[in-house]
């Protein structure tokens, strides 16, 4: 699941990031209030959360727009300001949450699986293909049963794959939406991501699911692509 972090404090961005990517989100982080609505305009996110105290365009202006936009995303506020006029605002500006400066991450990592569960965007929570199922949620993946232990980048990969389930995905694609970078750069990083994951997912099983495309780059496939390669041959 992708994320929007909007936090003007750049080493609480970092914590923040850092963090939720153990988590195997994958995270986007603004410093300021044009940088969030320029990233929310450019990608779909699961969940924001979002600081009050934004330079430029206002925090409270950034949810406005974020929730007359996209009425159902999920967003989490991060403020310093305790009076509750300040929070009673926030909500009726669209708000779904709201934590207090300082916080446990631990418990802004509940409260985002909190707001998750709520199906905001109604992204399924549970991902299957064939015998293999990843709970968005849970972050647990388990192919026949069998419990899976993956790394962050490998969760993100794989959940990207199983998003777009029979779809040919290139390997900018993959960078841009799980490493969040843009172009045609690493994508050699790709190849060994996905290489890593075969030897998790597909290593042992009567059916490989993770394909090569030639000339295109991955697909994530149950049935029908072993006679489709064939006519690419």
């Known amino acids: 699941m992708r994320l929007l972090v909007a936090e003007s404090d750049e080493a609480l961005g970092v914590f923040l990031r850092q963090g939720l990517e153990a988590e195997h989100?994958?995270?986007?982080?603004?410093?300021?209030?044009?940088?969030?609505?320029?990233?929310?305009?450019?990608?779909?996110?699961?969940?924001?959360?979002l600081d009050l105290n934004l330079p430029g365009i206002d925090g409270m202006d950034v949810l406005?727009?974020?929730?007359?936009?996209?009425a159902g995303l999920p967003i989490l506020i991060l403020t310093n300001k305790s009076r509750v006029e300040d929070r009673v605002r926030a909500f009726d500006e669209g708000a779904d949450d709201f934590l207090l400066m300082p916080f446990a991450f631990s418990e802004l990592s509940a409260r985002v699986r909190a707001l998750l569960r709520r199906g905001g965007r109604g992204a399924e929570p549970v991902l299957r293909a064939d015998d293999l199922e990843l709970d968005r949620l849970a972050r647990i993946v388990r192919r026949g049963g069998r419990r899976i232990e993956l790394t962050p980048k490998?969760?993100?990969?794989?959940?990207?794959?199983?998003?777009?389930m029979g779809q040919r995905v290139t390997r900018p694609m993959i960078i841009e939406?799980?490493?969040n970078f843009s172009g045609e750069t690493m994508t050699n990083v790709v190849d060994v991501y996905i290489n890593y994951l075969r030897k998790k997912i597909d290593a042992g099983a009567e059916k490989r699911l993770i394909h090569t495309i030639r000339g295109v780059g991955y697909e994530l496939a149950t049935e029908g692509l072993e006679r489709s390669q064939k006519k690419l041959a």
Not at 154 to 164: A, D, R, S, V
């Open 64 to 70: 406005r727009r974020l929730r007359a936009r996209t």
């Open 154 to 164: 490998e969760y993100g990969l794989l959940e990207f794959l199983m998003t777009h």
């Open 177 to 179: 939406n799980v490493w």
């Open 25 to 49: 989100y994958s995270v986007e982080v603004a410093r300021d209030g044009a940088g969030a609505e320029e990233l929310a305009a450019a990608h779909e996110f699961d969940l924001v959360i």
